[in-house]
């Protein structure tokens, strides 16, 4: 470590110079590529243990099935959607969007309490960037130094060789992640079909999975970090959730201040210096390059990679430990402890509300939806003193179970239906049908010139298992 001179004078330092510029980018605009050294400690650790579990959960979940039907799959080609292996169709939209509302509200609270936390610990981008791609290019080409080394050194063997190597290996993952990302929108049986059948037969699909793996490849090979920085929302977002009861990575700028280099046998509370000995490791490990001592910053992802970089140094110069660490602001300039606020509780009351709502919904939608609608430009027919209407009808069974269903006019009575063949309709789990009938009426049974009735559908044991609300048409008749 650099040793400062006897003398030393507090150095005054400009610590908001660092908002008139972007850790990634130089003053003329140009991109500083950044180099993290290697993180390792407890967080990083954790963050490990919880990267592999998601990316098993990633790459296994497309074969994992229940009652037959896939865990999750978002078939928006083909308008099929699963999750948990309950179906949902294009009625059950409004049930999607709920949910979609509800996760975000989630992520909002966590961010209230929590900070930027997801962004760390949970995003894909951040799993993919960090436990997948960084990890390989830390095997190919080594840790920051020699990262670095390599970037500043001429196109010889060595580095074409290592380039080549890197990119090859990023191409064929950005390849592997797009199979098994489509697996959960086609289903891995239609992604083995198009493997072993070839690009021929499955053009579109396959051309699809091309324009997926390039993106993969353009983002974790070069755009980066710059998906957090520059490209993400969520991190513009985090600026107008947290305040100073949010938990976060903060620097202890109390205790470490003023910062100066590291001297053997000195005692810095007698000279007036912080327990930060300025050893800049905290910076190096940081994959978005910037310093975490500035303050709560737009580009951390709250990755803990500078706490264990920290606790590390101050365990070897005989310091304490959570010079960086997770804390609230509050906590920091004033040693409070943390509490739940009212924008907290608020958003916690209504979060619950809404997934009661949800669940409501996801048990109440039914087993069974049926429409009988008319077909467009048709209308009613009278023979031998009966009036006739003719109806498409839609029946989608939402379980994963065979339904023997028939159909009958609930009211008015009196009501005859003719199913062009046999009145019983087997209909197969998760599966539409489609089909005409004709519905009679003796004329003076019919009162109005639209009548209204209710078609119901019902089971083997005889319950309704859906109703439908519609008009039946007759002839003008003035009533005195």
Same mark, same amino acid.
């Given at each position: ?375 467009? $430009? ?5 023979? =031998?003193?009966? &009036? *006739? ?8 069974? !939402?379980? #994963? ?27 197969? $789990? ?5 089909? =005409?009938?004709? &519905? *009679? ?8 010139? !639209?009548? #209204? ?28």
């Amino acid at each position: 470590m650099n040793i400062p001179s006897d003398n030393f004078q507090p150095v005054e330092i400009d610590y908001e110079d660092f908002r008139n510029s972007v850790g990634t980018m130089d003053q003329t605009g140009k991109r500083k590529w950044v180099f993290p050294r290697k993180p390792k400690g407890k967080y990083t650790n954790y963050r490990n243990y919880v990267s592999y579990f998601l990316l098993a959960l990633f790459f296994g979940l497309p074969f994992i099935k229940i009652n037959n039907n896939p865990v999750f799959l978002f078939n928006v080609i083909d308008r099929r959607f699963f999750i948990f292996g309950q179906p949902f169709y294009l009625q059950d939209f409004f049930i999607l969007a709920l949910g979609a509302v509800t996760s975000v509200i989630f992520v909002m609270l966590f961010t209230v309490v929590f900070g930027r936390i997801f962004c760390g610990w949970l995003c894909p981008q951040t799993i993919f960037m960090e436990s997948v791609f960084r990890k390989i290019e830390y095997w190919i080409e080594g840790d920051r130094n020699k990262q670095m080394k390599l970037d500043r050194q001429e196109w010889d063997a060595e580095k074409i060789r290592k380039r080549t190597i890197k990119w090859s290996v990023f191409a064929l993952t950005s390849v592997i992640i797009t199979n098994f990302m489509f697996m959960y929108i086609v289903g891995y049986e239609e992604v083995f079909k198009i493997i072993t059948e070839g690009p021929a037969d499955h053009s579109l699909k396959f051309l699809g999975m091309i324009g997926f793996a390039i993106t993969f490849y353009f983002t974790f090979a070069w755009l980066r970090e710059q998906v957090c920085t520059l490209v993400c929302p969520y991190g513009r977002l985090q600026g107008v959730l947290i305040d100073k009861q949010t938990i976060n990575v903060y620097y202890d700028f109390k205790r470490g201040e003023n910062r100066s280099k590291w001297r053997n046998n000195e005692d810095r509370k007698a000279v007036g210096k912080g327990d930060c000995i300025d050893c800049h490791q905290c910076v190096v490990v940081c994959p978005t390059g910037i310093d975490i001592r500035n303050g709560q910053q737009l580009e951390c992802v709250n990755c803990t990679a500078c706490i264990d970089a920290c606790d590390e140094v101050m365990e070897k110069v005989g310091l304490p430990k959570g010079l960086i660490r997770y804390a609230t602001e509050a906590e920091i300039e004033n040693r409070e402890t943390f509490r739940f606020t009212s924008r907290m509780k608020a958003t916690a009351a209504f979060l619950c509300l809404l997934i009661g709502f949800l669940g409501f919904l996801m048990y109440d939608r039914g087993t069974m939806e049926a429409k009988f609608i008319k077909p467009a $430009g048709s209308t009613f027919f009278v023979k =031998n003193g009966k &009036i *006739t209407n003719t109806f498409i009808y839609t029946l989608l069974n !939402k379980t #994963n179970e065979k339904k023997v269903l028939t159909i009958k006019i609930v009211t008015p009575k009196n009501g005859e239906i003719d199913f062009f063949g046999t009145g019983r309709i087997v209909l197969k $789990g998760d599966e539409i049908l489609k089909g =005409n009938i004709n &519905i *009679t009426f003796p004329e003076e049974d019919i009162k109005f010139s !639209k009548q #209204n009735m209710t078609i119901g559908v019902f089971d083997e044991k005889g319950e309704m298992v859906d109703s439908f609300d519609t008009t039946f048409e007759g002839p003008f008749k003035l009533l005195l």
